[in-house]
C-alpha cells in the first residue's frame, strides 16, 4: 500500500544535541512538507520541498534543517538552536500545486529529556 | 495577517444527530477550502476540497459549505455514529503556492 512513513515515532532530545526524524513516502508525490503542531494551534509549516534538491523555509523554520537528495525522502533536522522543540511532527506529501490535497505520516513526537 | 477560526471548544452530540463544524477566515479570500480529519495521535487525512466558485460539495454523509460573503465554511455530518468522533480541521488555500493555512481544529464527540 502507498503512503507516508514517519519514523521514529516517539523521540527524546538532550541538551545540546541535534535529533533527525524521517520520512519516506511511495506515492510517487514531488511535494513534501514539515509540519509542527503544539497544542491549541494549527499546523504550522517549517520547511517544505517542490522537487528533489530544492526546499523553501515555511514559516518557522529556525532552528530547523532538511534536505531533499531522493523524491521518496525528506529528513528534518531539529538543532540545538531550536530552544522549544517539544512538539508533534508530521510530515506530509502532495502532488505538483497546494489545491492537491496532502497525505500525511502518523508522526513524531519528540520530548525534551 | 490571514486568520482561520475553528470552535475551540469540542461539539457534543447524540448520535443519529447532525454535526455542523465552522470554519472562519478573515483579511483574505482564498480561491479554495480543505476539511481533514485528525484522530488521537495520528496525522490527518484529507476528506472534502471545495472551491470558491462552488456552493456546496458532498461525499456520502458529507457536506461542506464556502460562503465567500460570510468568509465562512461549514462542515456538516449527517447521521452521525460514535465512529466520527475525531478532529476537524479547516484549511483554506495560503498566500502563496504549496501552502495551506490551518485551522488549530474542532473536537467532534458522538455520544452513543
Known amino acids: 500500500d502507498g503512503g507516508i512513513t514517519q519514523s521514529p515515532k516517539y523521540l527524546f532530545r538532550k541538551e545540546g544535541q541535534n535529533v533527525t526524524l524521517s520520512c519516506e513516502q511511495n506515492?510517487?508525490?514531488?511535494?513534501m512538507y514539515w509540519y509542527r503542531q503544539d497544542p491549541g494551534q494549527g499546523l504550522r509549516l517549517i520547511y517544505y520541498s517542490q522537487i528533489v534538491n530544492d526546499f523553501q523555509k515555511g514559516d518557522i523554520a529556525e532552528g530547523y534543517s532538511v534536505s531533499r537528495e531522493k523524491k521518496e525522502s525528506f529528513p528534518l533536522t531539529v538543532t540545538s538552536a531550536q530552544k522549544n522543540p517539544t512538539a508533534f511532527y508530521l510530515c506530509?506529501?502532495?502532488?505538483?500545486?497546494?489545491?492537491?490535497?496532502?497525505?500525511f505520516g502518523d508522526g513524531t513526537r519528540l520530548s525534551i529529556l | 495577517s490571514q486568520k482561520i477560526e475553528q470552535n475551540s471548544e469540542a461539539l457534543n452530540i447524540q448520535e443519529g444527530k447532525t454535526a455542523t463544524l465552522t470554519c472562519n477566515y478573515t483579511n483574505y479570500s482564498p480561491a479554495y477550502l480543505q476539511w481533514y480529519r485528525q484522530d488521537p495521535g495520528r496525522g490527518p487525512v484529507f476528506l472534502l476540497l471545495?472551491?470558491?466558485n462552488e456552493k456546496e460539495k458532498r461525499k456520502e454523509r458529507l457536506k461542506v459549505t464556502f460562503d465567500t460573503t460570510l468568509k465562512q465554511s461549514l462542515f456538516h455530518i449527517t447521521a452521525s455514529q460514535p465512529a466520527d468522533s475525531a478532529t476537524y480541521l479547516c484549511?483554506?488555500?495560503?498566500?502563496?503556492?504549496?501552502?495551506?493555512?490551518w485551522g488549530a481544529g474542532t473536537k467532534l464527540i458522538i455520544k452513543p
Open positions: 484549511a483554506p488555500e495560503g498566500r502563496s503556492n504549496y501552502q495551506l493555512i
Open positions: 471545495i472551491r470558491e
Open positions: 506530509a506529501s502532495s502532488s505538483q500545486g497546494s489545491i492537491q490535497p496532502q497525505h
Open positions: 506515492l510517487n508525490h514531488d511535494a
